[in-house]
């Protein structure tokens, strides 16, 4: 298509990303500027490229937004190109074809993605071709914020009493008057992605219950934003550990995948604190480090080596990991023999989303207790998590296990059966997802081989047969860690 047009006058590509939504989404507000057509884009980028695509879980929360997304341009008289090639041939074969003179995208932190991103922004210009990158993702972009040296921090209090004194911005609202430019249906075949929006899984159907659960895309993710300020907030500072209740706002999958916007989460924090919603100021506090947490996360992705392949201490280099197939499927498989473990395990697999808790007591069960290294575990969860993203998952991989950025020590090992007692008193947590627990009482939950076999016969058990006796002594396990640990420091 010949390019005499005037810039302004062409349309203009929306590359979306992590940033699904149409509310502050400030590429697509650039690229409606002045009443400019669109045509919104998404890629699925081959493994090739070198990215971390979303797998398993993730994938099937990335296929619901991406269907949402595409339903609310409909309603708007558009729609969602969901492509699949190599960014830069498919980006060229759009502009060529529609003569496009604008490509805009919000950000992503990944070394292999701002690779990519770094030679179209390079080679477009030369086209004609404006290029615009924008902040989207995070309260602040990982540059910005940095020591008096201008180093990254590599603790979280002294990065997070920083990003807490800078200016956030307020969200844009959703463009009004979108208006669309037609894509050649040649492209699109060119291009295809050849799964379609919605290839849920079928034989074996291992979403069911993640559907009952989820609810996918940008309406969803705003009302999980306000059950949450009116539900549980209140509570936040005093019961986020709790296992055995909803305590937490249960927005991860949607802020991995930009269904809400980060801004929009702080400023709806400001509002309800403003409205005195009797919200104590603490939960509000205590809920925005969290979030800070994933800011520091983010920092890591964007100034460290790969965070899922590389120990961020390099000293854990050498830690004896052990080769432990049976016990690495135990884990998987939550049948580990400890109820605290396998409840949380067996719940990832049905649900594709853990507490922060329970992802914290089974990391620590996998790296200490079976002294697995730690980046089987983040596989694992790569595949099973619907948030699995690409910061928040390696690094907190890399916190449990003590190779990580202000990491727990490596010497603090979780007692699997204490966490239980202490954030899941009455058992009601393991009881949902161990049925075959149901009837043990509640200090016995947590610790089945301590029972009688009097209490066992009551309850229907019989360990090594209905549920599976401890495949490590938690005493034994602690001392083997914490020797192989030593043995780092020579
Ligand atoms: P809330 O308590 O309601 O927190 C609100 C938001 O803050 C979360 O949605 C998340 O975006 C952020 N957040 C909260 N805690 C943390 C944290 N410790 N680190 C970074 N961000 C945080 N989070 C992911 O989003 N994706 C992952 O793949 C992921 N993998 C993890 C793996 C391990 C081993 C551990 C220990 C933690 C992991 N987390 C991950 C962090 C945290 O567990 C989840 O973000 C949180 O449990 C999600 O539940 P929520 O939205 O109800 O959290």
């Given at each position: 298509?010949?390019?005499?047009?005037?810039?302004?006058?062409?349309?203009?590509?929306?590359?979306?990303?992590?940033?699904?939504?149409?509310?502050?989404?400030?590429?697509?507000?650039?690229?409606?500027?002045?009443?400019?057509?669109?045509?919104?884009?998404?890629?699925?980028?081959?493994?090739?490229?070198?990215?971390?695509?979303?797998?398993?879980?993730a994938l099937w929360w990335l296929h619901g937004s991406l269907a949402t997304l595409d339903a609310a341009l409909r309603e708007r008289g558009g729609q969602l190109h969901v492509l699949a090639g190599e960014a830069e041939q498919v980006l060229d074969a759009?502009?060529?074809?529609?003569?496009?003179?604008?490509?805009?995208?919000?950000?992503?932190?990944?070394?292999a993605g701002r690779e990519i991103d770094k030679r179209i922004k390079a080679s477009l210009p030369a086209r004609g071709v404006e290029v615009g990158s924008f902040s989207a993702s995070?309260?602040?972009?990982?540059?910005?914020?940095?020591?008096?040296?201008?180093?990254?921090?590599?603790?979280?209090?002294?990065?997070?009493?920083?990003?807490?004194q800078a200016q956030i911005e307020a969200p844009l609202p959703a463009p009004v008057n979108l208006t669309f430019a037609p894509l050649a249906v040649e492209i699109a075949r060119r291009f295809a992605y050849p799964s379609g929006l919605e290839p849920d899984p079928q034989q074996p159907d291992w979403a069911v219950a993640m559907r009952a659960q989820w609810e996918r895309g940008e309406e969803a993710g705003l009302a999980c934003l306000r059950d949450f300020l009116d539900e549980d907030l209140a509570g936040y500072a005093d019961d986020r550990d709790r296992l055995d209740s909803k305590t937490t706002s249960r927005l991860s999958p949607y802020l991995r995948f930009g269904n809400v916007s980060i801004r929009q989460l702080w400023q709806a924090l400001s509002s309800h604190q403003h409205d005195g919603a009797g919200t104590g100021d603490r939960g509000i506090e205590k809920f925005r480090s969290e979030l800070g947490w994933r800011e520091f996360c983010y920092s890591q992705l964007y100034h460290c080596r790969p965070l899922h392949q590389h120990n961020i201490q390099p000293d854990f280099?050498?830690?004896?990991?052990?080769?432990?197939?049976?016990?690495?499927?135990?884990?998987?498989?939550?049948?580990?023999?400890?109820?605290?473990?396998?409840?949380?395990?067996r719940q990832l697999w049905a649900t594709g989303w853990l507490h922060n808790r329970a992802r914290m007591i089974v990391a620590s069960f996998l790296a200490k207790h079976l002294l697995i290294d730690w980046r089987e575990g983040e596989r694992w969860f790569w595949e099973t998590l619907v948030d699995a993203d690409p910061a928040n998952n390696p690094a907190s991989w890399q916190w449990v296990a003590g190779s990580g950025a202000d990491a727990a020590p490596y010497f603090r090992v979780f007692n699997p059966v204490t966490q239980g007692e202490k954030f899941d008193p009455d058992g009601i947590f393991v009881k949902t997802w161990l049925p075959e627990?149901?009837?043990?009482?509640?200090?016995?939950?947590?610790?089945?081989?301590?029972?009688?076999?009097?209490?066992?016969?009551?309850?229907d058990i019989r360990l090594g047969e209905t549920y599976p006796a401890p495949i490590v002594d938690h005493a034994a396990a602690r001392a083997r860690a914490l020797a192989a640990w030593r043995s780092l420091r020579g």
């Open positions: 298509m010949a390019t005499t047009a005037s810039p302004v006058t062409r349309p203009a590509i929306v590359w979306f990303r992590d940033d699904l939504r149409l509310r502050d989404n400030p590429a697509l507000a650039k690229a409606c500027q002045g009443g400019r057509p669109v045509i919104c884009l998404y890629i699925h980028e081959p493994r090739e490229v070198g990215r971390r695509n979303p797998q398993g879980a759009l502009l060529e074809q529609t003569g496009a003179g604008a490509l805009y995208w919000n950000r992503r932190y990944d070394a995070l309260l602040r972009e990982p540059w910005t914020i940095a020591s008096q040296s201008g180093a990254p921090y590599r603790v979280f209090g002294p990065f997070w009493r920083a990003l807490r280099d050498a830690m004896p990991w052990r080769r432990d197939e049976h016990g690495l499927l135990a884990w998987k498989r939550g049948m580990t023999g400890y109820p605290i473990v396998d409840a949380a395990m627990l149901s009837r043990l009482p509640a200090p016995l939950v947590h610790r089945p081989w301590t029972a009688s076999p009097a209490e066992l016969e009551a309850a």
